[in-house]
């Protein structure tokens, strides 16, 4: 794995990961997967250390976290050698893959989030838009996450149209996770 924030880097590897720099990375991986939300996060430099055989894929966000304009200029030839693979040959011979046009794959290549996933993530707009009808000329102007408790509610009717039970904090539970006064 790869990480540019120190923090999610420490985090990873106290959760057993190993993290290095993504040119290091690219020398001996044979998928990469990019979930940054970012700009060129595999970019001409890793290009140009990945094996044969090697296949991208983006999960992030936009079609810009693989260059694919430096993956097509550095290539000889490409084809597509099935529904939503591309294969581009380099100038020394490797073959490269490219899945989904560089696309978000879940989207561009399946079925992308379905309604048990999206269902939430209406209810959400739909609190969040009637949060700040409510509260208008209270909020600055600017971007607000939305409060806890929106989230709170829309996990625990989900939970319950799925016939999931959870355990609920008595008074003094949560008194006590609240306070810095009380335990270590």
Do not use: C
Request: hydrophobic share 40%.
């Amino acid at each position: 794995m790869t990480e540019t924030n120190p923090i999610r880097a420490l985090e990873a590897i106290m959760d057993g990961f190993n993290v290095t720099t993504g040119v290091a990375a690219a020398k001996f991986g044979e998928v990469f997967i990019t979930v940054t939300g970012g700009l060129n996060t595999i970019g001409a430099n890793h290009i140009k250390q990945m094996a044969h055989g090697a296949i991208m894929a983006n999960s992030g966000h936009f079609n810009n976290e693989i260059d694919i304009l430096a993956l097509e200029s550095m290539a000889v030839s490409h084809r597509t050698v099935r529904a939503f693979v591309e294969e581009y040959v380099m100038s020394d011979g490797r073959k490269l893959y490219l899945l989904g046009e560089g696309r978000l794959i879940n989207l561009a290549a399946a079925e992308g989030h379905p309604s048990a996933v999206m269902d939430m993530s209406f209810a959400n707009q739909a609190l969040s838009a009637e949060y700040v009808a409510k509260n208008r000329g209270k909020l600055e102007a600017g971007v607000h996450p939305v409060p806890v408790v929106m989230d709170q509610e829309v996990g625990r009717l989900k939970l319950e149209s799925m016939g999931v039970k959870i355990d609920n904090l008595t008074t003094e539970q949560k008194k006590y996770q609240e306070s810095w006064q009380e335990g270590t």
